[in-house]
C-alpha cells in the first residue's frame, strides 16, 4: 500500500511535530474545536493505524451506515474500542452524576498554589499518572509509568503519545475546560449511568406503545420501542458500551448541558459522536466515521475521488467518509413510523489536508440498491448479511440463501423502498416478482415455505405501505406532487381505499390503524363538513352532490376496515 498512515492529516492544520506530536502546544477552547481535533486523533489512531497494521480489516460496508443499523455479530478483539464524554465546562467533581476517576490540571493546581509550585508540579504530575497507571492492564503498567513519569498526561498535547495506553483501559475517557478556558483530559474509568428500562418505558408510554399494567402490549411493542430509542441515539440494540452511551447522552441533553459524546465499538468500526447541536434541538446531532468501500459501479464517484486524493487505499477503493443524520420525532399515523433517523450529509474526508467533498451520495444510491437486488436474486451477490439478528448469511449461491438475503434487504430498505419513487419502485417490482413468481421456482418455494412466506409478508407490507402513504399525501391535498382539490382528494382516497381492502387477505395491524386514522382525519375535515355535509342536498350545486357522495363511500369503506380490524383481533384473542 502506498499509503502511509503516519503521514495522515500532515497539511490539515495541526502543528505536528513527529507522527504522534506537536510541534506547538494544542490549545482548544471550543466545543467543535475539539470535536474536530479528535475526528482528527481519532481517525488517524483508531481507524487508519488498524486498518494499515490489519490485513484483514473489515472495512465498513457502506450499507452499514443506512438506518436502521444491523446489530453486529462478530467483535473484532483486535481492534481499538473505547468511549469517552467531553464537556463544555469545568468538572464539578462532586455534583456530577457519573463516577471516573479525576485527573488534575497543571495550570489549575499551579495557579492556585501560593509561593513557589515545582514541588506542586511534580505531586500533580505523579497523581496524575499514578492514577491512570492503576486502571491500565498489569503488563502495562510498567511501561506506561518509565514513558510518562514526567509528561503532565492532562494536557492534549500528550493525547495521541497516550492513546495506544487509553485503548487498552476499561469504561471511558472525560474531558472538560479547566478554568483558564482550555480543555483537557480531566477523567479515566468513567461509567456512564444507564436506566434502560425506565428509558424504555417511559418512552414506550410517551408514544403510546405501552400502557400501564398491559403486559401483551408491553411484550408486542417492547422490541420496536427499544430499537427506535436506540436508533434515535445512532446505534442498534448493542453492547453495553454504545447503549450506555446513547442513553447518558440523551441524559445530558435533557439536562441542558453542551457536551460531545463519543463512542467507538470493536464490532462496528465506526465512530459515532453525539454532540449538542449549534441550535437548540429535541435531539444531539449524531455523526459517523468509518473507513468506507467505495462500490465498483460508482464509475463517477469514483473517478472524483482519484482526482481529488481521496483513497486511503487506492487499490481496494477505501475512503474516509463522515455521515451525519436526522432524528425523526414518533408519528404514529406515519405508515414509516419505524424512521428514527434519516440521512442529511456525507464527506469524504482528504486524508492528508482533511478537507471535504460533501456532493456525492456514496450510502444512498438507488442504483446501487437496485443493482444489489438483481445480484441477489441471480444468485450472482458475494457478500455478507444477518439474518433475523442471530444468523450470518454468507453468499446467495441457494435458494434459502436468497430469500434470507431478501428478507434481510427489505427489512433493511423498506422505510426507502416505501418513500421512493414510482419508477423506482416498479423496477423493484419486476424483479422481485419475476423470482417469487416465477413458476420455476414453486417447487424450490415449497420446500422452503415459512421463509417464502416471511419474504412475501414483508413484501406485500411495503406494497400496502406505499398506497398508505399517498393517502398520506391525500389527507394533505397532494397528489404526485401537485396540488389538488377537495372532491379529488375524497375520489382518490375512495379509489385507494377499494383497491387496498382487497389486499388486506395480508393483514397488518399497523398499517390498517393508519388506514382508520388517515381516514378519520379526512372525514373529519371541517370545510367538507361545513360546506358540503352539513348542508341539505337542494343548497349543494352537482359538485357538491358529488362531494357528498364520495364522502359517504368513504363513510362506508372506513366501517368496512374497522370491521376487518375487530374481527381480527377477535380472532387473534380467540386463537
Known amino acids: 500500500m502506498s499509503f502511509d498512515w503516519k503521514k495522515a492529516?500532515?497539511?490539515?492544520?495541526?502543528?505536528?511535530?513527529?507522527?504522534?506530536?506537536?510541534?506547538?502546544?494544542?490549545?482548544?477552547?471550543?466545543?467543535?474545536?475539539?470535536?474536530?481535533?479528535?475526528?482528527?486523533?481519532?481517525?488517524?489512531?483508531?481507524?487508519?493505524?488498524p486498518y494499515f497494521?490489519?490485513?484483514?480489516?473489515?472495512?465498513?460496508?457502506?450499507?452499514?451506515?443506512?438506518?436502521?443499523?444491523?446489530?453486529?455479530?462478530?467483535?473484532?478483539?483486535n481492534l481499538p474500542g473505547?468511549?469517552?464524554?467531553?464537556?463544555?465546562?469545568?468538572?464539578?467533581?462532586?455534583?456530577?452524576?457519573?463516577?471516573?476517576?479525576?485527573?488534575?490540571?497543571?495550570?489549575?493546581?499551579?495557579?492556585?498554589?501560593?509561593g513557589k509550585s515545582c514541588p506542586l508540579e511534580?505531586?500533580?504530575?505523579?497523581?496524575?499518572?499514578?492514577?491512570?497507571?492503576?486502571?491500565?492492564?498489569?503488563?502495562?503498567?510498567?511501561?506506561?509509568?518509565?514513558?510518562?513519569?514526567?509528561?503532565?498526561?492532562?494536557?492534549?498535547?500528550?493525547?495521541?503519545m497516550l492513546l495506544p495506553y487509553l485503548l487498552e483501559m476499561d469504561r471511558a475517557q472525560v474531558m472538560a475546560l479547566d478554568s483558564f478556558g482550555n480543555y483537557y483530559l480531566s477523567g479515566i474509568y468513567a461509567s456512564f449511568p444507564s436506566e434502560l428500562d425506565a428509558e424504555i418505558k417511559r418512552f414506550g408510554?410517551?408514544?403510546?406503545?405501552?400502557?400501564?399494567?398491559?403486559?401483551?402490549?408491553?411484550?408486542?411493542?417492547?422490541?420496536?420501542?427499544?430499537?427506535?430509542?436506540?436508533?434515535?441515539?445512532?446505534?442498534?440494540i448493542v453492547s453495553e458500551r454504545r447503549t450506555s452511551s446513547a442513553l447518558f447522552s440523551r441524559r445530558l441533553h435533557k439536562m441542558g448541558e453542551r457536551f460531545l459524546v463519543r463512542v467507538l465499538g470493536q464490532s462496528d468500526r465506526t465512530l459515532t459522536t453525539l454532540y449538542t447541536p449549534t441550535k437548540r434541538k429535541h435531539y444531539p446531532t449524531i455523526e459517523?466515521?468509518?473507513?468506507?468501500?467505495?462500490?465498483?459501479?460508482?464509475t463517477e464517484v469514483i473517478r472524483r475521488l482519484e482526482e481529488g486524493g481521496f483513497f486511503v487505499d487506492e487499490q481496494k477503493r477505501v475512503v474516509i467518509l463522515r455521515v451525519t443524520y436526522s432524528q425523526h420525532k414518533f408519528n404514529p399515523d406515519n405508515v414509516r413510523q419505524e424512521r428514527a433517523l434519516s440521512v442529511v450529509k456525507q464527506e469524504v474526508i482528504h486524508p492528508i489536508t482533511a478537507r471535504v467533498v460533501d456532493d456525492l451520495n456514496i450510502i444512498k444510491d438507488t442504483t446501487n440498491m437496485f443493482l444489489r437486488l438483481n445480484d441477489i436474486v441471480r444468485g450472482e451477490y458475494t457478500g455478507r448479511i444477518t439474518y433475523k439478528r442471530n444468523e450470518i448469511v454468507e453468499n446467495t449461491d441457494t435458494?434459502?440463501?436468497?430469500?434470507?438475503?431478501?428478507?434481510?434487504?427489505?427489512?433493511?430498505?423498506?422505510?426507502?423502498?416505501?418513500?421512493?419513487?414510482?419508477?423506482?419502485?416498479?423496477?423493484?417490482?419486476?424483479?422481485?416478482d419475476g423470482y417469487l413468481l416465477s413458476p420455476d421456482n414453486y417447487e424450490v418455494f415449497g420446500n422452503l415455505n415459512d421463509l417464502y412466506q416471511e419474504v412475501w409478508a414483508r413484501y406485500s407490507f411495503i406494497q400496502q405501505a406505499r398506497k398508505i402513504r399517498i393517502l398520506e399525501d391525500l389527507r394533505t391535498r397532494e397528489y404526485k406532487g401537485e396540488r389538488i382539490s377537495y372532491g379529488t382528494m375524497l375520489s382518490e382516497a375512495v379509489n385507494l381505499l377499494h383497491g387496498l381492502k382487497f389486499e388486506i387477505v395480508s393483514y397488518f395491524d399497523e398499517l390498517v390503524a393508519s388506514v382508520i386514522s388517515i381516514a378519520e382525519s379526512i372525514l373529519n375535515d371541517r370545510y367538507i363538513i361545513r360546506n358540503?355535509?352539513?348542508?341539505?342536498?337542494?343548497?349543494?350545486?352537482?359538485?357538491?352532490?358529488?362531494?357528498?357522495?364520495?364522502?359517504?363511500?368513504?363513510?362506508?369503506?372506513?366501517?368496512?376496515?374497522?370491521?376487518?380490524?375487530?374481527?381480527?383481533?377477535?380472532?387473534?384473542?380467540?386463537?
Open 205 to 236: 408510554m410517551r408514544t403510546g406503545k405501552f400502557s400501564i399494567g398491559d403486559n401483551e402490549k408491553y411484550e408486542r411493542n417492547r422490541l420496536f420501542v427499544y430499537q427506535y430509542l436506540m436508533e434515535l441515539y445512532g446505534f442498534p
Open 532 to 575: 358540503y355535509i352539513d348542508k341539505k342536498d337542494d343548497q349543494l350545486s352537482p359538485y357538491g352532490l358529488e362531494m357528498k357522495k364520495q364522502y359517504r363511500k368513504l363513510v362506508s369503506l372506513l366501517d368496512e376496515f374497522k370491521a376487518i380490524r375487530k374481527s381480527r383481533r377477535e380472532f387473534s384473542q380467540n386463537r
Open 399 to 432: 435458494d434459502e440463501k436468497r430469500l434470507k438475503f431478501l428478507y434481510a434487504w427489505l427489512s433493511k430498505h423498506q422505510r426507502r423502498i416505501i418513500g421512493y419513487s414510482d419508477e423506482f419502485f416498479g423496477n423493484v417490482v419486476k424483479v422481485l
Open 82 to 114: 473505547f468511549s469517552m464524554v467531553a464537556f463544555d465546562r469545568q468538572i464539578n467533581y462532586f455534583s456530577e452524576i457519573f463516577q471516573f476517576d479525576i485527573l488534575h490540571s497543571l495550570m489549575d493546581e499551579t495557579a492556585n498554589a501560593e
Open 122 to 160: 511534580h505531586t500533580v504530575i505523579s497523581q496524575n499518572v499514578q492514577a491512570m497507571q492503576n486502571r491500565m492492564p498489569k503488563k502495562l503498567q510498567e511501561s506506561f509509568k518509565q514513558r510518562f513519569m514526567k509528561y503532565d498526561v492532562s494536557v492534549l498535547d500528550h493525547y495521541p
Open 288 to 298: 459517523k466515521i468509518a473507513l468506507v468501500k467505495v462500490h465498483n459501479d460508482q
Open 9 to 49: 492529516f500532515t497539511k490539515c492544520g495541526i502543528p505536528w511535530d513527529d507522527h504522534n506530536t506537536f510541534a506547538a502546544p494544542v490549545n482548544l477552547n471550543s466545543l467543535m474545536e475539539l470535536k474536530q481535533f479528535l475526528d482528527i486523533i481519532h481517525t488517524k489512531f483508531c481507524l487508519l493505524k
Open 53 to 77: 497494521e490489519n490485513p484483514d480489516y473489515p472495512v465498513v460496508d457502506n450499507r452499514e451506515l443506512l438506518p436502521s443499523f444491523e446489530s453486529d455479530i462478530w467483535e473484532h478483539k
